[in-house]
T-cell receptor, first 111, second 112 residues
Framework: DVKVTQSSRYLVKRTGEKVFLECVQDMDHENMFWYRQDPGLGLRLIYFSYDVKMKEKGDIPEGYSVSREKKERFSLILESASTNQTSMYLC??????????FGEGSRLTVL | GENVEQHPSTLSVQEGDSAVIKCTYS??????FPWYKQELGKRPQLIID?????GEKKDQRIAVTLNKTAKHFSLHITETQPEDSAVYFC???????????FGPGTRLSVLP
């Protein structure tokens, strides 16, 4: 079974703090994605990566950055958290751009 | 870019009835259309998908149809059961190497 693990299920941060969300997959998938899930808006792509040290902007990259130093790990970084970044963040990986395997999600609250 | 619309946003059916969720997409270059199911508090999981060279695909009680001309595709669930209650997301993507665009989701409730 593919396992995609997100380091934190729940986080509470203050406005202006730097936030790291970590994601690790154990199936040697080359593709990794970060989505944001908000009610009524579905899943919106923030960033994705098709290879180590490679990143591409998704539909809503503003306020976020990513890092992929190793194939199995894809990190989402909020340089200065704001209240409008309160959301559920989902990491996913895929062997091709077909089936996505999602992590459990990280619910971030920014106060 | 691609835009995926999904209707209805909520759907309630009696157990045993059928449920239909419809999606439209804007980019005629999209050629892969998966459906994901997300149960409450859980991760989204792929339940069925269809490629643009196929008009219909079935897997037990679930089927997906695709109309490329009209740029819409639908999820059909027959003989619904309480465990079908979840949020369902449709998505569209272009050929290899492109990302997915998801619809806003449909919350399906199957009433006993």
């Amino acid at each position: 079974d593919v396992k995609v693990t997100q380091s934190s299920r729940y986080l509470v941060k203050r406005t202006g703090e730097k936030v790291f969300l970590e994601c690790v997959q154990d199936m040697d998938h080359e593709n990794m994605f970060w989505y944001r899930q908000d009610p009524g808006l579905g899943l919106r792509l923030i960033y994705f990566s098709y290879d180590v040290k490679m990143k591409e902007k998704g539909d809503i990259p503003e306020g976020y950055s990513v890092s992929r130093e190793k194939k199995e790990r894809f990190s989402l970084i909020l340089e200065s958290a704001s209240t409008n970044q309160t959301s559920m963040y989902l990491c996913a990986s895929s062997l091709s751009t077909r089936e996505l395997f999602f992590g459990e999600g990280s619910r971030l609250t920014v106060l | 870019g691609e835009n995926v619309e999904q209707h209805p946003s909520t759907l309630s059916v009696q157990e045993g009835d059928s449920a239909v969720i419809k999606c439209t997409y804007s980019d005629s270059a999209s050629n892969y259309f998966p459906w994901y199911k997300q149960e409450l508090g859980k991760r989204p999981q792929l339940i069925i998908d269809i490629r643009s060279n196929v008009g219909e695909k079935k897997d037990q009680r679930i089927a997906v149809t695709l109309n490329k001309t009209a740029k819409h595709f639908s999820l059909h669930i027959t003989e619904t059961q309480p465990e079908d209650s979840a949020v369902y997301f449709c998505a569209a993507s272009k050929s290899y190497g492109q990302n997915f665009v998801f619809g806003p989701g449909t919350r399906l409730s199957v009433l006993p």
